[in-house]
Structures are given as C-alpha cells and as structure tokens.
C-alpha cells in the first residue's frame, strides 16, 4: 500500500475513533454514571411545563374517577349494612341512585383523565421530536460522522415513542395513585389507626416497595434491550444498502444468520423481561390477597374488643379490597417502565450532548436610512426572524449590505466579499495531525484549485471553511472576519458547498435543486440546471422537473447526482463556492461542459476546486499542490 493510502485508511479509522468515542454518551451510559431513575423521571417531568394545566386537570380527574369506584363497592356494604341488615328500605333506594349517579361519573372522569393525558402525551411527543432534530442539526457533522445510523434511527423513532407511556400512562398515575392512597388511609384511619396504618403499609408495598425492587433488578436489562434493539436496526439498514454487494459475492445466507442471531439474542433478553413481569404481577397479587385478608382479620380482632362495630368490619375490608387499583396500576407501569427509562435516559443524552463545534446564534436587524446607510444594527434573540427594513436598497445592495454586518465590518457603505483565508492552520483528527501550519488566500473573484492525492487533507480544508470542524491552532477567516465569531446560519449563506457524494432526498429533482434556495422559481432552478449540464438529462423523462427520486437517490447514476448537487450550490448563489471533487463521477465530455459552465458562472464569485485530476485544474487562475497537509 503506497504511503498515500496509508494516510487515507489511517486518517478515516483515527477520525471514525476520535468521533465514536466523543460521542458515545448515549452508549457508554449503559456501563457508567447511569442515572437514576429518579433523576431521568425527573428530567422528563421538567418536559411537563408548558402543559401543566393539563397535567393537573387529569390528575384531579383521575384521582376522582378512581375514588368513585373505589365508592362504589363501599356503597354496596352499605346496602348490606343498611338495608339487609338494619331493613331500611328508604336508604337503600337513596344508596342504589348514589351508586348510579357514581357510575355515570366514574366513566366520564375516566374518559376526560385518558384524553389530557393522551393530549399531553403526544404534544410532547412532538416537542421532543422538534428538541432532538435541533440538537442532531448542531452535532452534525462533527460528531456525528460515523455515528450508528441504526441506532439514531431508534432513539427517532422508538425511543422516542415508548416516551408516550411515560406521559399518558407514568406521570397522572403516580400523583393520582399518591393522592387516592392518602384519602382512602384518612378513610380507613377514621375507623381505627391501626387500620388505617396496615392501610398505608399495604399501599406502600403495592405500589412504591415492589416497582422499585423490579426496577433495580431490571433497569441493566431494560438499557441492554433498548441497545441491542438499536443495534438490529443498524445490522438491517447497513444490509438493505449493501443488497447489491450482498447478491454479488453470495453473502445472503451469511447476513440472514446473523440477523437470526442478533433477532433471537433480542427474543431471549425480551423473554427475560417478561419473566421478570410475571413474577411481579404474582407478587403483587399475593400482597393485596394478605393485605385484605390482613384488613379482615385486624377488623374482626377490633371488633372483639369493642373498638368498632360490624360495619366497620365491613366497610374497612371492602375498602381495603377496592382500594388498590391505583397502586396496582403504578405497580405494573414498572413493568415496562424500564425500557421507558432506558428510551428516556437515550433521549435526554443526546438532547445534552455537547457539540465538538458550537453554533453562533442571533439573528440580525437592519434598519438603514434613505441614503443606503446603515444607522443600526442589533443581535436579536436566537429564534426570531430575520427582521430586515431596507425599503431603498436592492435586493443585491441588501444582500451586500447583510454580509457586512454578518461578517463584523458593517460601515456607512456597501461590503463587496473580499475572499477567504486559512492561517497557520493545524488540525487533528485524534492525535493524527492532518493540517500542519497550513495557510491559504482566496483571492476575490478567482478559481483556486488544490491539487493532490487522496488522504493528503484537501476533502478536511473544505469542512473546516464550513466549519463543520474548528481548527486546533490558527484561524480561517471568511471576509476578512474569523469563521468562529461569524453567525453560522449566515456563514452557511456565504457559501456553497459541493460534496464527493451527493446526498438526494425522496422528492422531485426540482426540489432536491431547490434545496439551495428554498422558495425559488421554476425559471431559476432552471437556469441552475442549465449551467450544471444537467437540464437536458431532466428534460428526457418522463415528468421532467416533478421526476421522482428514490429513496438515496438509486434512480440516477453518481454523475447525475453529482450535477444536481452543482446545481445547488449554483443556485444557492453565494459569494463564495467550495467544491470538493465535483467531476469525479463524471466522463470528460461532461466534466468539460461543468468546468465552462463553472467558469462562466463563477464570475465576481470565489470558488475553491478541490480535485485529483490534473483535467479539472485546467480553468482555475491559481493551482496549489498539496502533500501531507502542507501546499507546495
């Protein structure tokens, strides 16, 4: 192996490591500094607040429609009491109406606690979908290249998921189970404390004692589960993408053993769990048996002594008997509370994982007076809008005027972009240094190109432009200001940037074009395509420009993918153009119509042309060789 690929395999395998472990939160969790379960609870209550009405709306709710059909039985002993055996008819017709006034009510409180909780339950749903798209946005790319893909896919989807019982079904139970459990002891209590005592010991061990036992005992397993579950998915995407490799080299047999494995180790850890309900679910059974079995035996042994009547006896054992349907509810959310927990403690680990490049928020207002000038300028709020008021400028003046005060540099006239520059840059994958003391100007208005091999850091200097990684010693700048103090949202309007790979989404071609500049015509995205050589290819098939494209973009071969991804960055229209490889998938006759196209296109723009192929050199002003993360 030549010394070049060397570097290449050993810079990707140093870069994959430095970008696992920097990001193994989420993973490594599973063996150290777990939470407690107490502390993510408490993490994904604090989620809670915005709808806490509602929140309190359903345990109110819940907590009534349990106490009336805990009544309910109550009231038949008093049938018994009042009506069989003291032969009052007139209460027990009063009573029965009471139980049917409490039926009705019991059903309707029931059905409003099941939709606040359902309410609550899915609007957070969607507001932790909307937290944990932010936080991938501002990980990405740095610590997520080389991320399992199966795994963020689960904690998407999944994880995020099974939180719905933890809203709908944990929180309102825990609070109803506490506040029916405390009436029904003060209930039971004013027969006599010490039934009101085994009472609260009963509802203690139901509900509190025996989930958290369960819980210790099967959170490891829960977190393993949640994990491994992840795992398969990965093992099944990474095999539906390499269908073709898979059927090529006779694989198929040795993949679907795999999966089978992987599949029945994820059945044996699910039995275990299951194991472990059942023996709490008989547990649980066989405590309430002794509690309300214990409830008669204390009553009767009362009773004997004098300390209370028959229908204190009945009253306190029907109402121990009825009692527990909240409890015994909490009892069994632990049943599946641990792989809730363990969905939740992915969630929250992700939502607070650092990024390795941290975003520059704040957006920009403008206001400029009739002579074009620029008489103040604010740092807004992250999330507000763009409020720009310039009824005199252009579009174009407008656009120039922005990137002045984006860039630092807004004074009483007009910013003209005035290029790029990297200094004494040193950059590190790990303790694999990649850059060493690397500067580089990009004059205004010129085609720059980089010439060299794979694995010597040409691919690297693009992303660290971007910034999608910060550079270890020295500093890029873009426009004369340092990329680090530049608001990323407007960097990335700076500039366009063309990868090897060209990423397509499941949409029509037009709207994968369109992705550089959301909301643009038909007649731009058009001419887009024109000077990517690619409008007459669209022009062939059937639907043209509404042509759907496949899932990863299966239906168009790597050139053509490649030339929609140009067309982007043309039509994104930025100062300043980045193109990694761009024809590298492409044959001569079309890299030539690319390289002219570029040419043309790329007047008053500044454009960076990463390549290996000497061909692709031929229309740049300025070529510079690179060798070891150093230009020649």
Not at 375 to 387: A, G, K, L, P
Request: proline residues 2%; charged residues 20%.
């Amino acid at each position: 192996m030549s010394d070049t690929n060397k570097k290449s395999v050993q810079k990707s395998t140093v870069q994959k490591k430095m970008v696992n472990e920097s990001i193994a939160s989420y993973e490594a969790v599973t063996m150290k500094k777990r939470r407690s379960a107490i502390s993510i609870m408490g993490s994904l209550i604090g989620l809670v607040k915005p709808l806490l009405h509602i929140m309190l709306a359903a345990i109110i709710l819940g907590t009534a429609g349990y106490l009336c059909a805990i009544f309910l039985t109550i009231l038949a002993g008093q049938v018994i009491v009042h009506g069989v055996i003291a032969g009052g008819a007139g209460s027990i017709k009063t009573i029965i109406t009471v139980m049917i006034i409490i039926a009705v009510l019991r059903g309707i409180l029931h059905y409003a606690e099941q939709y606040c909780n359902h309410f609550i339950a899915f609007k957070l749903l969607a507001i932790i979908r909307h937290k944990v798209f932010a936080a991938l946005r501002k990980l990405c790319p740095a610590k997520l290249e080389g991320r399992d893909k199966g795994n963020l896919i689960s904690i998407i989807t999944t994880d995020i998921e099974l939180l719905e019982v933890f809203y709908a079904h944990t929180i309102s139970p825990i609070a109803i189970a506490t506040l029916t459990s405390v009436i029904m002891v003060f209930f039971i209590g004013r027969y006599h404390w010490m039934a009101g005592f085994l009472a609260l010991a009963a509802y203690l061990i139901v509900g509190v004692v025996i989930p958290m036992w369960n819980g210790k005992r099967g959170s490891q397993m829960g977190m393993e589960f949640r994990t491994n579950f992840g795992e398969l998915n990965s093992f099944v995407l990474d095999s539906l993408r390499g269908l073709d490799e898979t059927i090529q080299y006779d694989q198929g047999e040795k993949r679907k053993e795999q999966m089978s494995e992987r599949s029945r180790n994820l059945a044996e850890m699910q039995e275990k769990l299951s194991k472990m309900e059942g023996t709490q679910r008989s547990f649980t059974n066989l405590v309430i048996l002794l509690a309300s079995f214990g409830m008669l035996a204390l009553t009767v042994w009362l009773y004997g002594k004098g300390e209370i009547g028959f229908e204190g006896i009945l009253t306190c054992t029907i109402a121990m008997m009825g009692s527990f349907g909240p409890v015994v509810a909490l009892s069994n959310l632990s049943n599946n509370l641990n792989q809730t927990l363990a969905s939740g403690e992915r969630v929250l680990s992700l939502l607070e994982e650092t990024p390795m490049v941290e975003e520059i928020s704040g957006n920009v207002d403008i206001r400029t007076d009739s002579d074009n000038e620029i008489s103040n300028t604010s740092i807004v709020s992250e999330n507000t809008d763009n409020d720009i008021r310039n009824q005199n400028n252009s579009p174009e003046k407008e656009k120039y005027i922005l990137r002045g005060i984006l860039t630092g540099r807004a004074k009483n006239s007009v910013n003209v972009f005035s290029g790029a520059e990297a200094q004494h840059v040193t950059f590190a994958y790990e303790n694999e240094t990649i850059l060493d003391d690397y500067s580089l100007k990009l004059e205004p208005g010129k085609i720059t190109g980089i010439h060299g091999a794979s694995g010597s850091g040409k691919s690297t200097l693009l992303k660290l432009l971007m910034r999608f990684w910060d550079v270890n010693q020295g500093s890029v700048s873009v426009d004369g200001e340092d990329i680090r103090k530049i608001q990323t949202r407007h960097l990335r309007d700076m500039e366009s940037y063309v990868t090897q790979e060209t990423h397509l989404f499941h949409d029509s071609i037009a709207n994968n074009i369109a992705v550089g500049s959301p909301g643009a015509s038909r007649e731009a995205i058009i001419e887009a395509a024109k000077k990517a050589s690619i409008h007459d290819f669209i022009m062939k098939l059937p639907k043209g420009y509404d042509t759907e494209v496949g899932e990863l973009g299966d239906t168009l071969s790597g050139g053509e993918k490649q030339r929609i991804g140009i067309a982007r960055a043309f039509l994104h229209d930025s100062p300043l153009i980045l193109m990694d490889e761009p024809t590298s998938n492409l044959d001569s006759l079309n890299e030539g119509i690319i390289l002219k196209s570029l040419r043309e296109a790329s007047e008053k723009k500044t454009v960076i042309l990463v390549s290996h192929r000497k061909s692709t050199m031929n229309i740049v002003d300025t070529v510079f060789e690179m060798k070891d993360g150093r230009i020649s």
